[in-house]
């Protein structure tokens, strides 16, 4: 090999070590941000995360559910960096935080209307928040005590650690479960058990129940809703729960320990950026309002 070669070959092989040498420093500059929790977010956050690691080969964001309450859990155990949670933190948590020194952030990034589904051979289209109360405590038992057919209800609703459940309970029950409600794992799992009963009815996140045409599917009914002496709402007026008139409407939280900093940071800011809310709008839930933009900014979050 002559010495003409041999300085192309050297050239070329210390090109390649170079170029190496690069892609495992840029490697190794990718942050990993993990997030678990609510189920209710779990499909809209991963959109946003697969939108937002289109645009930025620095960050690998993971998101798993298994619940409010699990979410919440792994970070009080540093077990992740966001917490994704449908409700705010409870007593019991605040003081677990509190007992082990930390600081926990609240992001609001999305709003969420819960509806009220039932099987269609129910014949039940509207209900009242009262009503809905007596049949989740137990003292409605059959369909025909409203209006509707001569069939026994069946009673779905989410495993006690989602925060689905917990604010249900909190704000439509004002008392306990009935002893009979089958506790689903998922709000997907919740929506086929309704499908397939008859007597069913069960509670989910509007996001959920629709398709990408705005449409819920025939075999399953989203009822109007009515609190007091109120004219009854449909949740799939999106006009209705902009401005309030709809009664079943909580904010979806994301919690940090620590002020938001880094790639969470960055991710965070693109949740609440005009694109992020409109994937937001898209999947189904509901942008922030004026008020939790002046919370996120009181936290250095807001854009």
Not at 132 to 154: A, H, Q
Not at 230 to 236: A, D, E, I, N, R
Request: aromatic content about 8%.
């Amino acid at each position: 090999m002559n010495f003409r070669w041999k300085k192309r070959l050297i050239v070329f092989l210390l090109t390649g070590l170079l170029l190496f040498a690069l892609s495992s420093c840029r490697h190794s500059k990718v942050e990993i941000v993990t997030i678990k929790g609510s189920d209710t977010e779990v499909n809209l956050v991963q959109e946003l995360a697969e939108q937002f690691m289109e645009n930025d080969a620095d960050i690998s964001l993971t998101i798993t559910g298994g619940g409010s309450g699990y979410g919440i859990a792994s970070l009080i155990n540093q077990k992740t960096d966001i917490a994704n949670s449908s409700r705010p933190l409870n007593t019991k948590e605040k003081q677990l935080i509190e007992k082990q020194g930390l600081k926990v952030y609240p992001v609001i990034f999305a709003q969420d209307a819960i509806a009220v589904v039932v099987h269609p051979q129910t014949k039940i289209t509207e209900l009242s928040l009262d009503d809905v109360g007596k049949i989740f405590r137990g003292e409605i038992k059959n369909w025909k005590e409203l209006g509707g057919e001569d069939i026994v209800i069946s009673l779905y609703g989410r495993q006690s650690n989602s925060g689905t459940f917990v604010y249900f309970r909190e704000r439509i029950l004002k008392g306990e479960y009935d002893s009979s409600i089958r506790q689903m794992n998922g709000t997907a799992q919740l929506i086929e058990a309704v499908k397939q009963d008859i007597g069913g009815i069960g509670y989910v996140g509007i996001g959920y129940l629709l398709n990408k045409k705005d449409e819920v599917a025939s075999t399953i009914t989203a009822v109007k809703l009515r609190e007091n002496d109120k004219t009854s709402v449909s949740p799939l007026d999106k006009e209705a729960i902009i401005d309030g008139r709809y009664p079943i409407i909580r904010p979806l939280f994301q919690f940090l320990n620590g002020k938001p900093q880094g790639k969470s940071l960055e991710f965070l800011r693109y949740e609440l950026s005009y694109e992020g809310q409109k994937i937001v709008a898209q999947s189904g839930y509901f942008e922030i309002n004026k008020q939790q933009q002046e919370q996120n900014n009181a936290l250095g979050v807001g854009l």
